[in-house]
């Protein structure tokens, strides 16, 4: 069984100013995101740079605003009754990935406005950046000691005692090898080639629900909120379907009206 590493969550203190490894987890996910924008921007005939750049900016606000906003009426509504100042607290970690969805298709939906194009051009374009940053996000959990997981077989080399002496299964690591990892290569490899419109978006939310949906099976449920029904139903695993049956019915669109354009 391995022991966790015990990681002292503020990367640097500069006086009393603190740097987080959280926080400079999402820096890592804007920053790959922009490279990444401007490589397919310059494979491309409708992007260029600077619409990359204000993409990330309004994504960045996006992921930041409906991140915190969707954790604290998904997650963690009490505490928030009782400090509102806590939504403002993310480098203690307590980011929704569903509510930070939701804030960056508002963030897709003005930017397609401001720059006349469909919502699904932009969406279907910001896709393969987002898993790298998804990724980022989970080793900052895994640093924040957070996203622990459900108890498992100690003789499994890869067990982990976050310091009760209990055999764990180590969550977070799954999710980023997943969410962030695997889903990139998957969404990267299929962007590739021409898709017709909306597919890209549609492949990237299906398998990430997926891909949620299975890891949460090795996540302990947060403790206020617990099972939601079956004893084993989990929130995140609740917010996922909906975004697996989205996902299906918005590529089988997708391939129809390819079909039906030839």
Not at 106 to 115: P, S, V
Not at 157 to 176: F, K
Request: glycine share 10%; charged share 15%; proline share 4%.
């Amino acid at each position: 069984m391995i022991n966790y590493p015990s990681i002292d969550p503020v990367a640097l203190s500069l006086g009393s100013l603190k740097i987080h490894w959280y926080g400079l987890m999402y820096l890592v996910g804007f920053v790959s995101a922009w490279r990444l924008g401007v490589y397919r921007a310059k494979q491309s005939k409708n992007w260029d740079q600077k619409q990359v750049e204000d993409l990330i900016f309004y994504g960045a606000l996006g992921v930041v605003l409906g991140g915190r906003i969707g954790y604290t009426l998904f997650y963690n509504f009490s505490t928030f009754i009782d400090d509102p100042v806590t939504i403002f607290y993310i480098w203690k970690g307590g980011m929704s990935f569903h509510g930070g969805l939701l804030g960056v298709l508002a963030a897709f939906y003005l930017f397609a406005r401001k720059n006349k194009m469909s919502f699904f051009q932009v969406s279907d374009f910001m896709a393969p950046m987002i898993p790298i940053g998804l990724g980022a996000g989970r080793i900052g959990n895994f640093i924040n000691r957070e996203l622990i997981g459900r108890p498992m077989e100690a003789s499994l080399p890869w067990a982990m005692d976050y310091g009760d002496h209990v055999a764990r299964h180590p969550s977070s690591l799954y999710q980023a090898l997943t969410e962030g990892l695997l889903l990139f290569l998957i969404i990267w490899i299929y962007s590739s080639k021409q898709r017709p419109l909306m597919a890209i978006s549609a492949v990237f939310v299906m398998v990430y629900g997926c891909f949620r949906f299975i890891t949460e099976v090795f996540r302990t449920p947060d403790s206020h909120i617990g099972f939601l029904a079956f004893e084993w139903l989990t929130m995140g695993q609740l917010l996922s379907l909906p975004m697996i049956l989205i996902g299906l019915t918005v590529y089988i669109m997708a391939i129809k009206n390819k079909e039906e354009q030839h």
